[in-house]
């Protein structure tokens, strides 16, 4: 990763990540790990919801950041969101920073 790289660039999805939703924030996402961050912060507090094609997308993200040297961090997403995550096997993927849930604080 070039040394002018950002440290961090930051995501924010606002609304249900799903349907037609998913492809236009697919190509942001692909836009911002082309600009090399070191860390993709994906912000999901404003997303009620995701999608099969959302968490594709995420993987694909996340896959493109470690492949490069970086990480990509998903910012607060909601107790609903992390368990679409849980469900689909994937949320230990994921690098997760503020999640609204109080889950892991009862263990």
């Known amino acids: 990763m070039p040394d002018e790289a950002r440290s961090e660039t930051v995501v924010v999805i606002s609304g249900a990540l799903e349907g037609p939703e998913v492809d236009r924030?697919?190509?942001v996402m692909t836009e911002a790990v082309a600009l090399q961050p070191?860390?993709?912060?994906?912000d999901l507090g404003d997303t009620p919801t995701v999608d099969a094609a959302a968490i594709a997308i995420l993987l694909?993200?996340?896959r493109a950041m470690v492949q490069a040297g970086g990480r990509l961090v998903l910012r607060r997403p909601v107790d609903r969101v992390r368990r679409m995550l849980r469900v689909a096997r994937v949320e230990e993927v994921f690098e997760v920073e503020?999640?609204?849930?109080t889950e892991r604080n009862r263990s």
């Not at 070191?38 to 994906?42: A, P, S």
């Not at 503020?98 to 849930?101: D, I, L, S, V």
């Open 98 to 101: 503020g999640a609204e849930t």
């Open 38 to 42: 070191r860390r993709l912060i994906i």
């Open 25 to 27: 924030w697919g190509v």
């Open 60 to 62: 694909q993200a996340h």
